[in-house]
């Protein structure tokens, strides 16, 4: 379907804004040069990632960059919007949180099809604590006139938070078992009404993320094969949107 809509896609990009035009077309590519990187990874039909940086770095290519994009594309429509100097940063935090756990929810079936997308479950799910809170950060510093992105975005979060418990349920268990509607439908209604809210979002944050086990030091993660980065292959890729220190942060280098 959306191969046969290619060209209304185009045509609306042709029409758009020069500046939403670079925008859409820089995350597209290094999107795509990700995800050629990961692909020719593939041994024997299989993907394998081999730990937390580099669990990071294909989060980045897959779901970073678009929280990146819809950023860029909220500054182009809002020229009074003034954003700190970590909200980018921040909206890779919320794509990697996102990213993370839709791998978390589904390890057994990616795993069944050849991709090893999780190494180690434990710190994956550790390291979701600072990628939440980012995305809470990037959250609370949007525009206040911005009712629906806002809204958008904490939904998007809270649903991300609730999940963890029954994804950690369904996994355990090896079914498919989801939240149920009726508690997702009481969420989003909750969530709505406190969008506009960044203390009522914060408080909130805090009593539907569930406790998880501290993230343990780097080095205790080592004694894994990092293939040789030849050429500063993941900086190459990733552009200039974020400075090497922002990239330690976010734990990618």
């Not at 629906?148 to 996994?171: M, N, P, V």
């Not at 509607?181 to 979002?201: C, F, H, I």
């Not at 909130?204 to 080592?222: D, M, R, S, T």
Request: proline share 5%; hydrophobic share 40%.
């Amino acid at each position: 379907m959306l191969l046969q809509d290619a060209s209304v896609v185009f045509d609306d990009l042709r029409e758009a804004p020069p500046d939403v035009r670079e925008s859409i077309r820089d995350g597209v590519q290094r999107m795509s040069a990700g995800m050629k990187h990961y692909s020719s990874r593939e041994s024997s039909g299989a993907l394998k990632l081999i730990d937390l940086t580099d669990v990071n770095r294909y989060c980045y290519f897959v779901a970073g960059v678009v929280g990146e994009l819809l950023t860029r594309l909220l500054i182009s429509f809002r020229p009074d919007f003034r954003p700190g100097l970590g909200l980018m940063k921040d909206a890779f935090h919320f794509g990697l949180f996102l990213q993370k756990v839709n791998l978390l929810k589904d390890q057994r079936a990616d795993e069944r099809e050849g991709r090893f997308l999780i190494p180690d479950r434990g710190v994956v799910l550790s390291s979701l604590r600072e990628n939440a809170e980012g995305a809470l950060a990037y959250l609370t510093a949007l525009p206040l006139e911005e009712a629906g992105y806002r809204t958008f975005c904490a939904w998007s979060l809270f649903l991300g938070a609730a999940s963890l418990s029954w994804i950690e349920k369904s996994y355990e268990a090896d079914d498919a078992s989801k939240i149920p509607r009726s508690v997702t439908g009481k969420l989003l209604a909750a969530v709505e009404s406190m969008a506009q809210d960044n203390e009522a979002l914060r408080m909130g944050f805090e009593e539907h993320f569930p406790e998880l086990p501290e993230l343990p030091e780097l080095p205790a993660l080592a004694g894994y094969a990092r293939p040789m980065d030849h050429g500063g292959w993941f900086t190459q890729l990733s552009g200039k949107s974020l400075g090497s220190h922002e990239l330690v942060d976010l734990r990618m280098i």
